[in-house]
Nanobody, 121 residues
């Protein structure tokens, strides 16, 4: 009932930048936290950063100072600005949204399909 579409992934050289976007659509009543996770080959999915409805942010230690998460509530969109990228940032990046739909009182978590970020050395 909530669809998430990510964009902005691609191939970039080490030290470069990318900006990911994730737009939520559907019968949305409200959105709470929005976040980004990533999963590298053979590893578990891990949190990259999360932003609350009020704008508070939290980041994984590995990306602090390099990545910035932001959101546009009017557009139901969350962004991830990634600077000073490293080869170890290579992963599939997933958008995650905590939302309630107009047909339910239950808050649920929704996932995007992921966008691949590849950082070459």
């Amino acid at each position: 009932q909530v669809q998430l579409v990510e964009s902005g992934g691609g191939l970039v050289q080490a030290g470069g930048s990318l900006r990911l976007s994730c737009a939520a659509s559907g019968r949305i009543f409200s959105i709470n936290a929005m976040g980004w996770y990533r999963q590298a080959g053979g590893k578990q999915r891990e949190l990259v950063g999360v932003i609350s409805s009020g704008g508070s942010t939290n980041y994984a230690d590995s990306v602090k100072g390099r990545f910035t998460i932001s959101r546009d509530n009017a557009k139901n969109t969350v962004y991830l600005q990634m600077n000073s990228l490293k080869p170890e940032d290579t992963a599939v990046y997933y958008c995650n949204v905590e939302a309630r739909t107009v047909t339910s009182y239950v808050v649920e978590y929704y996932w995007g399909k992921g966008t691949l970020v590849t950082v070459s050395s």
